[in-house]
């Protein structure tokens, strides 16, 4: 597998230490993680440390961009035993594998109902494409341009682009309270990135009360989006 693209986005770094986030969203993505999985778009592993028990019969990083997949590798004794790393994107996969995951990843990529249908073909029977990206197109920001985001997303686009062959099995709103403060910064601060101090009250303070407003408001709206697929 070869490296086709350099990440222009600092934010992974950032976000390593948004670990209520990270758990919060692993409680709604581990029933759905089964077998062999494949998580494109690695990044830091930071998903990976939360998701990855160990209990998957393997799981595959893949990482397009060359010094990412260069820190993974320097990393590699940190992940569980399951785990083995690449260098490419979707098309450089050949086998078929269980669970496929796409963390922050589908909105940095310009084909993305293209990238989704491949993803799909590599997918075992009753296999899960779970994808989380951002939510809601009028939210698109300073942010979400320095970092590489073509767009965000809605339940409705995602409900068009389901792959052939699949099942929408699950798709909610994740984050009612960070929706808000995301708001925040499209009317009135205009920042490109958060700081960390802003970053760490948003996943200290609100990600918890989120988990309850999101149930309160049936994951009716949130920052971000989560959706899950099932191979037919």
Do not use: C
Request: glycine content about 6%; cysteine-free.
């Amino acid at each position: 597998m070869n490296n086709v693209h350099q990440y222009p986005g600092k934010e992974l770094v950032l976000f390593e230490e948004a670990v209520a986030w990270k758990k919060y969203l692993a409680k709604k993505i581990q029933p759905f993680i089964h077998g062999t999985v494949l998580e494109v778009g690695a990044g830091l592993g930071t998903s990976t440390r939360i998701l990855n028990d160990g209990s998957a019969s393997s799981w595959q990083l893949l990482e397009p961009d060359q010094k990412m997949y260069a820190g993974l590798i320097e990393k590699k004794s940190s992940f569980p035993v399951n785990t083995s790393i690449y260098n490419g994107v979707i098309t450089d996969v050949g086998q078929h594998v269980d669970t496929i995951l796409y963390i922050d990843v589908l909105e940095h990529i310009e084909a993305d109902a293209a990238e989704l249908s491949l993803a799909a073909s590599h997918l075992n029977e009753k296999g899960h494409l779970i994808v989380l990206s951002p939510a809601f197109n009028f939210l698109y920001s300073e942010f979400d341009k320095a970092i590489g985001h073509f767009r965000r997303y809605s339940k409705k686009e995602l409900k068009k682009m389901a792959p052939a062959s699949t099942k929408l099995v699950s798709l909610q709103y994740l984050d009612s309270l960070g929706y808000f403060a995301s708001v925040a910064n499209k009317i009135f601060l205009h920042q490109t990135y958060p700081s960390r101090r802003q970053l760490v009250f948003w996943d200290k303070y609100l990600i918890p009360v989120s988990e309850i407003t999101d149930r309160l408001f049936l994951h009716s709206f949130g920052k971000s989006i989560l959706s899950v697929w099932e191979k037919q």
